[in-house]
């Protein structure tokens, strides 16, 4: 079991010398869908290799125990996916969260729900979190238009509950679509459960009402909390560097399995095995990196701070999901860089832009986190281009990565 630190601050020292194996958490985006599809398939077996994150561990106790009120914290795909999988489980809940939850707006998921026929009421402020849901599984489903850039998590939230609806479902999304890869990889796991579920045209997806039949399913490991140890590797003055990562798959599932492409051009090898992968450096190939985040937003954070650190400016795009993460990613990115002497420019709350140019640095100043795991796990390597670095509040990682700390400390760095 991972221990929490207790402690509001954590000071990171880099060590000079970096090699070992890490046994990454489960992916909590799959582990997620899983349980959900699991649940409405009537499984009473959970799936292997279930991640072990705060996000994960609320929907397995919810969908252990099936209290009256399920409290889901900050979890927000757990939010999105329990408030579809109630709609459609007999039985009166309501379900609520965080301040920070009771602040993330759902209104277009629940506006979805009502117009296939579920019963959701707002207990507090229109358009959040809580809501008081009275589940009904004979949902008459049908036809729904949605915007093709809200969250992905909306529609795999739609997607998975589409074969336990009498019509099924059709989602038809307008304008660009967002983290295509997220709805792939929702469409695959119900597609191992017996579900027909496809694209039938670049912007239309349909659910057949077959329902779903039990399935035996094992769950990858996270390549999000991958990210951090290529930018580990990307950031070390150890040319002799190897980081060995079991239980990731080349041909993923997780759209974030395509920053390995991505993290060569910085200087990070990536040799895949039977069943793991290992990093090592290599050359950096670009002087600036331009690149479209929008199949891959959750990687952001990790490629704004690596360019920062190696001196690589940077113009990234897609990136307006960030503003309603765990935290106003964009925001908080601007002013913890700000603090290191980086000024990122903010264009249209979807893209940022650094020109290279560095101020000085607050030498006393520690990170914020704001209640943002990736946030402290993408700066935290930062130790290795600074000596060492200062976050606060580090038990924000428990939410995807409960042992990055730990993990940390296995190759060298000393908390």
């Known amino acids: 079991m991972h221990r929490k630190l207790d402690n509001m601050q954590i000071t990171v020292i880099a060590p000079h010398n970096i090699s070992g194996t890490i046994q990454l958490p489960a992916s909590k985006s799959i582990s997620n ?21 705060d996000d ?3 929907m397995t106790q919810w969908l252990k ?4 009120t399920v409290d889901i914290g900050a979890a927000g795909t757990a939010m999105r996916f329990s408030t579809a999988l109630l709609a459609v489980t007999d039985g009166t809940h309501t379900i609520t969260g965080t301040e920070r939850m009771k602040n993330r707006p759902i209104g277009i998921l629940v506006d979805a729900l009502r117009s296939l026929g579920a019963h959701i009421d707002y207990t507090e402020k229109e358009g959040f979190p ?6 009904n599984k004979h949902l008459t489903g049908g036809e729904i ?7 992905s998590q909306y529609m795999s939230a739609l997607l998975m509950i589409g074969p336990t609806l009498k019509e099924g479902l059709r989602l038809q999304l307008t304008g660009d679509v967002v983290s295509r890869p997220y709805i792939d990889m929702t469409l695959s796991i119900m597609q191992e459960f017996g579900a027909t579920a496809v694209w039938t045209d670049t912007d239309t997806l ?7 039949s039990r399935h035996h399913y094992h769950v990858e490991n996270d390549w999000s909390a991958a990210s951090y140890w290529y930018e580990i590797v990307a950031l070390t003055a150890d040319k002799s560097v190897e980081i060995t990562l079991p239980d990731l798959q080349h041909e993923s599932l997780q759209g974030d399995s395509k920053g390995a492409a991505l993290f060569d051009l910085l200087g990070v090898e990536t040799t895949y095995g039977e069943g793991f992968v290992t990093l090592r450096k290599g050359n950096v190939k670009v002087e600036r990196l331009d690149h479209d985040f929008i199949e891959i937003p959750d990687l952001a954070q990790t490629f704004v701070v690596t360019c920062c650190m190696l001196g690589i400016p940077f113009h990234f795009k897609g990136l307006q999901s960030l503003k309603i993460k765990e935290t106003d990613r964009i925001s908080a990115l601007q002013t913890e860089l700000r603090k290191l002497g980086f000024i990122i420019e903010d264009r249209n709350d979807s893209e940022l832009l650094w020109d290279g140019f560095r ?30 670095i200062k976050i606060n509040d580090p038990h924000v990682v428990s939410k995807s990565y409960p042992n990055y700390w730990d993990d940390l400390k296995t190759v060298g760095f000393n908390l």
């Open 130 to 135: 809580p809501l008081l849901i009275t589940g």
């Open 359 to 388: 101020m000085k640095p607050d030498t006393d100043a520690a990170i914020d986190t704001y209640e943002d795991h990736r946030m402290a796990m993408a700066f935290a390597p930062a130790a290795l281009t600074l000596g060492s």
């Open 65 to 68: 125990e099936q209290p009256a």
């Open 33 to 53: 869908r899983a349980l959900t599809i699991n649940a409405l398939s009537g499984n009473d077996t959970l799936p292997d290799n279930i991640s072990d994150c």
């Open 206 to 212: 349909s659910v057949l009402p077959t329902g779903y």
């Open 56 to 58: 994960t561990r609320v």
């Open 145 to 151: 238009n949605l915007k093709g850039n809200v969250s």
